[in-house]
């Protein structure tokens, strides 16, 4: 299993910045929906070159997520302290996303 997280602040529109907690966590197998987050939704994507890295706000390498190589792949996304960032000072505002990424049998 591949784990990378980074916490960094975050723009939309004219918003304030405000701090965001990114994980992600990559599986050989399809792991169990977690639990403890608000909300979840997952697609499915291919990978012919065995090869999806993300990158941090400043361009740093995260890690390439898929595990098993080259074929297709589900993408798992959870948020959690939606609701409640924009009433909380920003040291405790931290909206947490949890990125999972696992094989699957191609379509």
């Known amino acids: 299993m591949w784990r990378g997280k980074a916490v960094d602040d975050v723009s939309k529109h004219e918003q304030a910045r405000r701090p965001l907690c990114v994980t992600g966590e990559a599986y050989r ?3 169990p929906k977690a639990k403890g987050w608000q909300q979840s939704g997952e697609m499915r994507f291919h990978s012919p070159t065995g090869v999806l ?3 941090g706000d400043g361009g ?3 890690g390439d997520v898929t595990a098993a190589g080259a074929g297709s ?3 798992r996304a959870y948020v959690r302290g939606v609701e409640r ?3 909380l000072d920003k040291a405790e505002a931290i909206r947490e996303v949890l990125i999972v990424v696992f094989p699957t049998a191609p379509r």
């Open 85 to 87: 960032a924009p009433d």
């Open 60 to 62: 740093d390498l995260l």
């Open 53 to 55: 890295e993300f990158f």
């Open 73 to 75: 792949y589900r993408i």
């Open 29 to 31: 197998d399809r792991p």
